[in-house]
């Protein structure tokens, strides 16, 4: 029941934000999820979702495709050294297919360095149309001096444990 609940909110959303263009630059992909999406007449589609990352950071992305699609899918892409978008220095980060109903998988790539990335996503919509719902998640990797941190901390701690037991 929940999960209808989230299909029926993402369709709200996709039917409220109406189409969107086919190239989205979202700027430096903010510390909150990303959740956008479109709904694509039928026909073929690719649509480009931009961003770039400050710091080395993990990202988690899924794709929930509704509606009457034939096959597609979605991927993430480096800007190669040129710095424009699409060319063939690009490099494939991953590619995975659109996932329909009970729900997406979640796909992760560790640790991107600073840089600017974006997803394509693409398919074939069949007659009376698909849409689609991407989601974008990035997290901070730690700095070195963190575990470190860590590690000491927890050598003291297995230094005191261990003097309480001697006595």
Known sequence: MKLKSIAAATLAFLAVTGAQAADTTWGTHPD????????????NFLDTFSFSL??????TSSVLSFGNS?????????????????????VSLGLWNLSALPGPATNNVLMLDAGSYYYTVGGRALAGGSAYALSSTVTAVPEPETYALLAAGLGIVAFVARRRRDF
């Open 32 to 43: 909150a999820p990303v959740l956008t999406g479109a709904w694509n007449a039928a026909g």
């Open 54 to 59: 400050d710091s080395t950071s993990n990202v």
């Open 70 to 90: 034939l096959g597609g899918n979605y991927g993430l892409w480096s800007f190669g050294s040129d710095n424009a978008f699409g060319t063939a220095d690009d």
